[in-house]
């Protein structure tokens, strides 16, 4: 009895063992399947993070290509603002300098125009001098003129009455010839006589040949 008793255990014991071992193996293959499930969403995971990492390393590459394209735009571009600005600060300059020497031309050509107006202002003093002194020696030589014709009517006079007195031919005053300097030695007698009156005429040619000196100046600044 004990044995069968014992016999009936282990059997039990052995269902019992095996339906473990079966359900251990049924939960196995449950096992296998999940981790092949899984196995496979670890590979889908792994192409998709593979697929990531290229688009990732495309997106990156591309990036990096646009930031060289960027790169050298503003390198070119701090370049071309460079040279601007130095061209800028040239034309500023040279605007500056150009300024600088039209103001210095104007104010040559102001003081240009001051000195000139100086000069001609001179040249107009020295005129009216000019003309001041011709009127001076015009009425010095009209009343010298004036007074010379009294002494040749004087002498006229007196000549004649010395015609008279000695029936001698004097030459008449009016039809005397242009040359002034010789218009009283034409008109002067030979006679010993005559000294008075050689005398007086001598003295009155004297007076017209100097007031003819005199005037020889103001001819030529008439005529010119």
């Known amino acids: 009895i ?8 282990w059997r039990e014991l ?16 449950i096992t296998k399947v999940m981790s092949g499930e899984e196995s496979s969403a670890i590979h889908l995971l792994k192409q998709k993070l593979q697929t990531v990492l290229h688009e990732k390393s495309k997106i990156e590459d591309k990036r990096n290509e646009e930031l060289e ?24 300059f040279g605007i500056a300098t150009k300024m600088k020497l039209l103001e210095a031309t104007i104010e040559r050509l102001n003081k ?26 015009k009425a010095k030589a009209e009343h010298e003129i004036k007074s010379l014709q009294t002494e040749v009517d004087q002498l006229k006079l007196q000549l004649s009455q010395y015609d008279s007195q000695s029936n001698h031919f004097v030459p008449d005053f009016s039809q005397v010839t242009s ?3 010789n218009i009283f030695c034409s008109a002067v007698p030979s006679q010993s006589e005559m000294s008075h009156g050689d005398s007086a005429n ?18 030529m600044f008439i005529q010119d």
């Open 14 to 29: 052995y269902d019992r063992a095996k339906k473990e071992g079966e359900a251990l193996k049924q939960q196995l293959s």
């Open 69 to 92: 394209v960027l790169f050298v735009c503003l390198f070119y571009k701090f370049i071309f603002f460079f040279f601007l600005k130095v061209g800028m600060e040239m034309c500023e």
């Open 202 to 219: 001598e003295t009155v040619t004297k007076k017209y040949l100097a007031i003819y000196e005199q005037l020889k100046p103001v001819d």
């Open 179 to 181: 040359d002034q300097s």
């Open 112 to 137: 240009d125009g001051q000195e000139k107006q100086e000069q001609m202002r001179e040249v107009e003093k020295e005129r009216d001098s000019v003309k001041m002194e011709l009127c001076q020696v």
């Open 2 to 9: 004990d044995q069968t008793k014992k016999e009936e255990n």
